[in-house]
């Protein structure tokens, strides 16, 4: 905690500060080197006026506004505007009419998408439904993170980095591989689960195990792929952990079962939070797996949009499906930044 | 509260043979895999002392402790508490608590919860509950800062609310893992003092783990000197530094000259030692186990020699002469290094009575040292 | 106290271990067979990686998708370097919230937003689709995990080390090169590492983003898998979790030796000062 306030104080010194001498005579040097001292005097007072620390913020801010935040406001936009048959397949907000006699700038805002997006049955239930098998997902990622990231965290630290490399591997290998296993295990006609099931006897032949197109396929591709993203948070926390905390609780007379949920548990829940957010927000908008695993028969959000947008075609209808989703998800996504951000400075 | 006050006799109960030892620590080995990090160990702690763990880092005191505070088992031997055995009680089943050296207060709760912890789990009632928590805040001095957390406290608070949480339960023993360490020296000292007088308000046997010898000096009833996993020497503090029973103890304790010698002459009320090194024989008005003849050691602690320009007048006084070397000036002691003839060097401490003295002394000069006879101790190992 | 595995401990990691690799094992097993059918053992063989190496349309993808990772990768250690160092270094500046939140928030975002909105920025802007939006689109959220990696890894760095160069005559800028880099480039690489598999592993946003005759061996695979299980798509994972798994063991090893080499050295000098 400390050594985070300690940085907070100081003022950052490289690249920032009144000090520009040193990266001008770099860059002056090397302009003189490249046979472009003439440039000098006219780069050196671009550079200056964009300080130092100014242009190193600029570069990636700049392209992140860019390319992450524009793209959010032109989803805006769009989602404002009708579908049309052109290319792009919308219509403009902004228009010049011209009737004769006059031009008129028109400025439309449709809510057309919107209305569809919120008083349509399949929609709202495909928001709820998304919501719903991601909760309970990040439930049963936590069931086996949890024991799994503690077991990790209390095994002797010469093997702990071969334990941490095992969970981080699967993650390494391509996530439609292992979706695609899945489907290999459970499908109903020929997969390797009903081949086993029936070939024990434990199951009919006739009446093969369906769990692939249900929802039980969502909480199995959900948790399987996913399931890094909850163990490494909760393990990079409990493996940190003060285990003298745990002494001087049994020295106080409590014992471990009770100093597991009074002390370990609450000390480890900015690593669950920070799992739950990684597993929950983005499972929200899940799209492979419900396209690969499940199908028609369980409506999400996330393969709504896609095929609004890819099979209609309607992309301002997609838009707004977009902008609600991210109106539902922007309480989490900002509590899990603030999270990041805290943890960070904390210097964790 | 008031026998060690009221009544002026000295607290000695290991004097006493009357006197029934509290805690007993009997043939305690502990082994980790090759490593014998207690070597079997014996020693018996009273009630109500402030027993002191004292050696360099290594030497098997926080094993102890923990051996103590039930975090290790030993690997043989047997502990026992106000006569019940100890050895297989789990720490959260023992009346015995322990502070620890980094504290380990618990980051999520307040200094309130944190020191009202133990008594959560003994299933104290609320209102008694609260009212320990406050006799407790208030005898740390940290009644305002009840609802703070731990990382809103200095290092000095922090170290009080450890203290108050591990002696909320009353413990039968209270176990000290360097509980200073982490205080800067001022601090230090005054939290010492701080440390005695609650222990005498509590009237709880204190045993506390330390490499610091001027800490353990100045807290402890009696202090074990420890060596490889072995006591070197159980004493009061008064003794350990006057008569250190070997050249580990006395070496460890304080700084000290020590000579190698022949056993010259060995009476039952004074022996005479001639140093290896040759020089005049060295007299010291106490008896010793050794046979004449056989090699000892002579230790003479600095302060207890005298630095002069002038040879003494009488030549029967123990007398060495040198040549200054160096010279440190602490302020309150001036610190005198000084050759002997034969290259071996001596230190000798000087207190500063005076703010200028008559004659200094100064590098080069030669000077004698001289010391009573009851100044040495001779070590036999 | 709590030293080794108990027993629970032990069978939650044997349980979580077996979820993890059961599915992919089964994979790698049945590459080797003779049979279509996956639930049929026929017997060993290794016609399904000919057929996959006969298949040009696959071997093009994948080589898109691999010039397409490393641009990616490189392009998001530069931006997600500079946007880690802002993070950690400049505590105050105006919009300092807004970047943070442009730095986590593509950690977690759903795909499907991430690709839309995209693709309807290239189109407003009448940008060609191709591999430059895809670069582009891959690079906008593997940056972000390369800043968290290098903000995380400069919180702890020894900031005084730098302002030693800087006392003995190195400009800021020239500290930042000869100092900071060196010391924090191995979490640029295992930033460049994480981008290169995130990217290589996309499917949404390259789907959105990609342009005719961009296909990627992700978009490539999502298709096949669509129309159903296909042995050849057997063949190529084990080819990609055969690469991976070398890949990590090397990583791995060269750490170790790292390692060893730096504790023999600490003790010779150990050794060396007594």
Redesign the interface.
């Given at each position: 905690m400390s050594a985070g306030d300690d940085y907070d104080d100081r003022p950052s010194a490289v690249l920032v500060s009144g000090d520009q001498g040193g990266f001008a005579e770099w860059l002056h040097v090397r302009l003189v080197r490249a046979r472009l001292g003439w440039a000098a005097p006219f780069v050196l007072w671009l550079v200056g006026r964009f300080s130092g620390k100014g242009m190193v913020i600029a570069i990636p801010y700049t392209f992140l506004f860019v390319f992450f935040l524009v793209p959010f406001l032109i989803v805006l936009k769009i989602s404002f505007s009708e579908t049309a048959l052109a290319i792009p397949p919308y219509t403009d907000l902004v228009e010049i009419l011209d009737d004769g006699f006059d031009y008129y700038l028109t400025f439309k805002l449709n809510l057309i998408n919107y209305w569809t997006v919120l008083s349509e049955d399949t929609y709202v239930r495909a928001y709820l439904n998304s919501a719903k098998i991601a909760a309970i997902s990040t439930a049963l990622c936590l069931l086996i993170g949890f024991p799994m990231a503690y077991a990790m965290a209390r095994a002797s630290e010469s093997i702990r980095p071969m334990l941490l490399m095992l969970v981080i591997l699967p993650f390494w290998t391509s996530f439609l591989i292992r979706v695609y296993a899945w489907i290999v295990i459970l499908k109903t006609e020929g997969g390797l689960l009903n081949t086993m099931l029936i070939a024990l006897g434990i199951i009919p032949p006739d009446e093969p195990l369906r769990i692939l197109s249900t929802e039980w396929a969502m909480y199995i591709g959900i948790v399987y792929s996913y399931l890094p993203f909850m163990v490494l948070p909760l393990y990079a926390n409990l493996e940190k952990m003060d285990l003298s905390l745990l002494e001087a609780a049994a020295d106080l007379g409590c014992r471990p079962t009770k100093a597991f949920w009074s002390i370990t548990v609450p000390l480890a829940m900015p690593g669950v939070i920070a799992g739950c957010f990684l597993v929950f927000i983005p499972a929200v908008g899940e799209y492979v797996i419900p396209e690969l695993m499940v199908g028609d028969n369980v409506r999400v959000i996330g393969r709504k949009l896609f095929t609004d947008f890819a099979s209609e075609r309607n992309w301002p209808l997609a838009s707004a499906v977009s902008v609600i989703l991210l109106a539902i998800l922007v309480v989490p996504i900002v509590l899990f930044q603030r999270q990041q951000a805290r943890l960070q400075e904390a210097g964790q | 509260m008031n026998t060690a006050t009221a009544a002026r006799v000295p607290f000695e109960p290991w004097k006493d043979p009357q006197a029934k030892p509290y805690i007993r620590i009997v043939n305690v080995t502990k082994t980790f895999g090759d490593f014998v990090a207690v070597d079997n160990l014996s020693i018996d702690i009273y009630q109500r002392e402030f027993f002191s763990l004292l050696g360099p880092s290594g030497c098997g005191k926080t094993t102890l402790l923990r051996m103590l505070a039930g975090f290790e088992r030993p690997t043989s031997g047997r502990i026992e508490l106000d006569g019940v055995d100890m050895s297989t009680v789990p720490p959260y089943e023992r009346p015995v608590n322990m502070m620890f050296q980094s504290y380990a207060l618990f980051p999520h709760m307040t200094v309130e919860e944190n020191i009202a912890f133990g008594l959560r789990q003994d299933r104290v009632p609320k209102d008694e509950r609260n009212a320990r928590v406050e006799e407790m805040l208030g005898l740390v001095q940290l009644s305002k800062f009840a609802k703070r957390k731990p990382h809103q406290l200095s290092g000095g608070q922090r170290q009080r609310v450890a203290l108050a949480r591990s002696l909320v339960k009353k413990p039968k023993m209270l176990l000290l893992d360097e509980p200073l360490g982490a205080l800067d020296k001022k601090l230090r000292e005054q939290t010492q003092f701080e440390l005695m007088n609650i222990q005498e308000q509590v009237g709880i046997t204190f045993v506390i783990v330390t490499h610091d010898q001027e800490e353990a000096m100045t807290v402890s009833s009696r202090i074990a000197v420890m060596n490889h996993g072995r006591i070197a020497q159980v004493a009061t503090p008064t003794e350990i530094y006057e008569f250190p029973n070997s050249r580990y103890v006395a070496e460890f304790i304080g700084d000290v000259n020590v000579f190698e010698g022949r056993l010259s002459e060995a009476a039952a009320d004074h022996v005479r030692i001639a140093p290896v090194g040759g020089g005049g024989e060295i007299y010291v008005d106490r008896g010793t186990s050794a046979a004449q003849g056989a090699t000892v050691w002579a230790a003479i602690r600095p302060e207890k020699i005298d630095v002069a320009l002038t040879p003494p007048t009488d030549p029967s006084v123990n007398c060495i002469e040198g040549t200054v070397w160096d010279i440190g000036y602490l302020g309150n002691l001036t610190i005198y290094h000084v050759r002997l003839a034969d290259g071996r060097k001596m230190t000798a401490a000087v207190a500063n009575r005076t703010r200028l003295r008559e004659q200094p002394i100064t590098w080069d000069d030669t000077v004698y040292l001289t010391w009573a006879p009851d100044s040495a101790v001779v070590l036999v190992s | 106290?709590?030293?080794?595995?108990?027993k629970?401990?032990?069978v939650?990691?044997t349980?979580?271990?077996a979820?993890?690799?059961i599915?992919?094992l089964?994979?790698v097993f049945?590459s080797f067979n003779e049979s279509r059918?996956?639930?049929v053992w026929g017997g060993f063989s290794l016609k399904w990686y000919g057929e996959l190496f006969r298949n040009d349309d696959l071997l093009g993808a994948a080589w898109v998708s691999l010039i397409l990772a490393a641009a990616t990768s490189t392009l998001s250690v530069v931006?997600?370097t500079?946007?880690g160092?802002?993070?950690?270094?400049?505590?105050s500046?105006r919009?300092r919230t807004?970047?943070?939140?442009?730095?986590?928030?593509?950690?977690?975002?759903?795909?499907?937003?991430?690709g839309?909105?995209?693709l309807?920025?290239f189109?407003?802007i009448d940008w060609g689709r191709g591999l430059g939006t895809m670069i582009?689109?891959h690079?906008?959220f593997c940056?972000s995990y390369v800043?968290?990696v290098v903000?995380?890894r400069l919180?702890?760095f020894d900031?005084s080390i730098?302002?030693a160069a800087?006392d003995l005559g190195?400009?800021?800028?020239?500290?930042?090169f000869v100092i900071?880099l060196p010391v924090i480039a191995p979490a640029l690489v295992s930033g460049w590492l994480l981008s290169f598999?995130l990217s290589?592993?996309n499917?949404?946003i390259t789907s959105f983003t990609s342009g005719p005759g961009w296909d990627t061996l992700?978009v490539k695979?999502?298709s096949a898998?669509?129309l159903g299980?296909k042995p050849e798509?057997?063949a190529?994972?084990t080819i990609?979790?055969l690469i991976?798994?070398v890949?990590?063991v090397v990583a791995?090893l060269i750490q170790k030796r790292a390692m060893v080499e730096r504790q023999r050295a600490e003790r010779l000098a150990a050794a060396a000062n007594e």
């Open positions: - | - | 106290m709590t030293k080794g595995l108990t629970i401990n032990l939650a990691l349980f979580g271990f979820f993890l690799y599915p992919i089964i994979l049945f059918l996956v639930n931006l997600g500079v946007a160092f802002v993070m950690a270094r400049f505590t500046f919009g807004l970047f943070s939140g442009m730095i986590y928030a593509p950690l977690v975002m759903p795909e499907v937003i991430t839309l909105s995209l309807l920025l189109v407003s582009i689109a690079t906008s940056m800043a968290v903000q995380s919180v702890s900031r730098e302002e800087q190195a400009t800021p800028f020239k500290t930042f900071t598999t290589l592993d499917v949404v992700p695979i999502f898998v669509k299980v798509i057997n190529l994972s990609m979790i991976v798994a890949g990590v791995s």
